[in-house]
Each structure stands twice: as structure tokens, then as C-alpha cells.
């Protein structure tokens, strides 16, 4: 990985820090007439679509039930297993989140509930281009089941290898979580699938009220332009992480992880801050001894030599949790000394893993936590997936005849002095009784 020397910069980080040349402006220009033409046309749309980008055309989107039932009979003991074991950590950590119906006593007769209401019905997006995400199944439809949505569409990529059909891995998954409205469909089209749904058109698929779940460029794209036709979740972009390390660490885990995310995408983002030069280099050694010895070595390289991927040389641990905060990881590994301490004072990343011994990689499968999160330096205002997502806050607002009194002359006021006498009067008519 090439070198980036801040120890002597003292200019905003954000504007140097690695980062992937992403345009989803010019994504727009292939997304939207796509996205169009589902609207104008559906499913039929949506099948020539996958029959040009995926190289296949599926007999129907919607997969069988059947299909379902035989993924997960199929499914590796050993796979399930192990996707059961992540369900369960999972659920237990959204079960936690989940916050509760709050009513508040304003005055007497006077109550405001803050009431918690799932969503109707979502839609989950799960890639399957250069890898089949199975554990993407998990982080979308745990947190929204755990939520209580009624209705939940999962969408993923047909495969040519599978006649048409997404993989039998990620189909094993869905039918172990109980899901059966499952459409083989990828990209921009399924979301705008999802999004507007194909029965003005014909086609019995009813649009949702959010989209979740990350994807390539242009499923960064749909999101931009389907927003506010429906909700998301966020853009999510190329992965990237990001490992504060000291002397402390072990050169040979820092440079496993760099990899572990490289492995993703060829444009995915592996950046190391650190203050010794001196580690620095070991982890370039231990770099060149791991690379050649993965399976996508290839894909690896291209990702670590590119302009997203660096070793960040920082004067000490204060300014390297200063140029941490600015880049805003995805995912932040934290192997120094104090990694609790340093951990402690990270206010803008995805997620945090402490130690030696919690990797990304722990996070992508069984920790607990989801993996669905903000990319590209949007952690500084973005959160990533959890079971609020699905979830909405709608107030119930109760007064009785007594209570209106009591306020109702200061809302009279507050109409006359926006000059909006018709808001006072709804208020005036009651108490003229």
C-alpha cells in the first residue's frame, strides 16, 4: 500500500484522507431511465434487465416455496449451524435495542404517547456479484423481524450457474428465517421493483415502505433517485476499513484484516494509521507473505494499491484519532495499548471493534452486531442498520375537556402572533362551550 505522511499536516483530514473515487452522479445517468421503464412496464422490465446485466432471464421473479424448502434442505450442516448461531446473537442484541412505547403525563387530562410502530412492509436487498452475501439475509431480516414488520420482500441477484435462481446459499438463509416472498432480481431494477411495486402493471408485487441493504454503485445510485418514493437505509458504497495500531500490535492480524476487506471489491477502501514507521513496515512484510496466499489475490492487490488504501504515518495516537474521526470508517479497528481508552473517544465510525482479537470479520458473521453500515465518510451523521430502522415514532396526543382549557388560551395567542386566526378559532370554538 502506498504511504501517506500527515505527521507534519495540520490541514481539515477529510480532505486527504483516502478515499474511493465513487461518482453516483454518473450512475444516475444508466439508473434512472432503468428505473423508469420498471415503473412504466414491471416485471417485464425487470426480467430484460436481469437477462442483460445478469446474463439470465428467470422464469419468474418470485421463487418458488418449493425452492426455498430444498435450499434448506440442502443447506451444509455445518453452514447452518453456523447461520443459526449468528440469528441467534443477533436477535438477541436487536431484542435489546428495541425501545418501548413511552406516555408522558403533560398536565392533568393531558397525555402524549410516543408510540414505536414497525413498518408494513420493507424490502431487503441482497447482493451476489462477486461474493453470495448469505450473511446479508441475516443483518436485513433479523433486525426487521425482531421490529415486528408485517410483510418483508427479499431481493437478489438470478444466477446463471443456478438456472436463473438466486444462490442456493442465500435462498437456504431466507427459508431458515421464514421468509418467502423472495424475487430474483439484481440492481437498480430490483429496488425500483421494490419500490414501485408492479401492480399498476400487471404484476403482483406491492411496493414497500423502505429499502435496505448495501449493493455495487449503481444500487448507491437507485437509492439516490427511488428516495422519497420510498425510505432507505443509506447509500451504501464500496467497503472500507480503517486500524489505529501501535508497536503493541500484531503485524501479521492488522495485515489479515487490511486483506479481509480487500477481498470484498476491487475498489474497496484498507487504510492503516499508525505511528510507527517501524510497524509500518512490518505490516507491508507481513502483506506481501499473506496476499499471494488468499484465493482473490488479484482482486486484493487492485484494491490495496488503489487510491482508497493507504498506511496513514500519524506523530502519536492523538492525531491518529483525530484523522480516524475525520475519515469516518466503516468499520474502525482499534489494536493499540489502550484500545478501550482510544475506542472510548471515536465518535464518527460505523463500528468499533476493541482489540486484538475482535476483528471486522467477527462483525461480518456472528458477533452480534450488523454489518449493513454508512460507507464513505457518512458515519459522521449515519448510523448504521439496527432494528430501529424499521421502525417508526408517531405520537398519540390525548386531552380531555379540562386540559384544553388550562393551555388553550396560549394556543390562541400563539395562532394570532403567526397570524393563522383559524388555528386559534378551532381552539376558541371549543372553549366558547
Do not use: W
Not at 421468509?179 to 432480481?185: D, F, H, I, R, S
Not at 489475490?297 to 482508497?308: H, V
Not at 489494536?335 to 468499533?352: E, F, K, L, M
Request: hydrophobic share 45%; with cysteine; proline share 5%.
Amino acid at each position: 500500500m502506498r504511504r501517506l505522511d500527515l505527521r507534519d499536516t495540520s490541514v481539515d483530514y477529510r480532505d486527504i484522507v483516502p478515499r474511493a473515487e465513487v461518482d453516483v452522479e454518473q450512475a444516475l445517468a444508466v439508473v434512472v431511465p432503468l428505473c423508469d421503464d420498471v415503473r412504466t412496464r414491471g416485471e417485464a422490465a425487470v426480467l430484460d434487465a436481469g437477462e442483460r446485466f445478469d446474463g439470465v432471464r428467470p422464469d419468474a421473479l418470485r421463487v418458488p416455496e418449493d425452492e426455498l424448502r430444498r435450499a434448506l434442505a440442502d443447506l451444509d450442516p455445518a453452514v447452518r449451524a453456523a447461520l443459526e448461531e449468528s440469528v441467534a446473537r443477533l436477535r438477541r442484541t436487536c431484542a435489546a435495542e428495541l425501545e418501548e412505547s413511552v406516555t408522558t403525563v403533560v398536565a392533568d387530562g393531558a397525555t402524549v404517547e410516543r408510540r414505536i410502530v414497525p413498518m408494513d412492509r420493507v424490502g431487503l436487498y441482497v447482493p451476489g456479484g462477486l461474493a453470495p452475501l448469505v450473511s446479508t439475509v441475516l443483518m436485513n431480516a433479523v433486525p426487521a423481524q425482531v421490529a415486528g414488520v408485517r410483510e418483508i420482500a427479499l431481493a437478489s441477484p438470478p444466477q446463471a450457474a443456478f438456472g436463473g435462481l438466486p444462490h442456493p446459499t442465500i435462498l437456504g438463509a431466507c427459508a431458515l428465517l421464514g421468509l418467502t416472498e423472495v424475487y430474483a432480481a439484481g440492481g437498480a431494477q430490483a429496488l425500483a421493483m421494490l419500490a414501485y411495486g408492479t401492480v399498476s402493471t400487471g404484476g403482483d408485487v406491492e411496493p414497500v415502505n423502505l429499502i435496505t441493504g448495501p449493493g455495487n454503485i449503481y444500487v448507491a445510485a437507485a437509492k439516490r433517485h427511488l428516495q422519497g418514493t420510498v425510505a432507505i437505509d443509506s447509500e451504501a458504497g464500496p467497503t472500507e476499513i480503517a486500524i489505529i495500531a501501535d508497536v503493541t500490535a500484531d503485524a501479521a492480524f492488522v495485515a489479515a484484516d487490511l486483506i479481509s476487506q480487500a477481498e470484498h471489491d476491487p475498489m474497496a477502501a484498507s487504510v492503516l494509521v499508525t505511528d510507527s514507521e517501524d510497524f509500518a513496515a512490518r505490516v507491508d512484510v507481513e502483506l506481501e507473505k499473506q496476499v499471494p496466499a488468499t484465493t482473490h489475490t488479484e482482486r486484493i492487490r487492485t484494491a490495496l494499491d488503489g487510491p482508497q488504501s493507504a498506511t496513514v504515518l500519524v506523530r502519536d495516537i492523538e492525531q491518529a484519532i483525530d484523522v480516524a474521526n475525520a475519515y469516518a470508517a466503516e468499520h474502525l479497528e482499534i489494536q493499540t495499548a489502550d484500545a478501550a481508552g482510544v475506542a472510548a473517544r471515536i465518535t464518527n465510525a460505523g463500528a468499533i471493534f476493541v482489540g486484538a482479537f475482535t476483528p471486522v470479520s467477527l462483525g461480518d458473521y456472528a458477533a452480534g452486531s450488523n454489518h449493513v453500515l454508512p460507507t464513505a465518510g457518512c458515519a459522521c451523521h449515519s448510523s448504521g442498520l439496527s432494528v430501529r430502522a424499521f421502525c417508526k415514532n408517531m405520537h398519540v396526543v390525548t386531552y380531555d375537556e379540562a386540559a384544553l382549557r388550562e393551555v388553550g388560551g396560549h394556543v390562541v395567542t400563539l395562532a394570532a402572533a403567526e397570524d393563522l386566526p383559524g388555528h386559534g378559532e378551532a381552539v376558541a370554538v371549543r372553549l366558547a362551550r
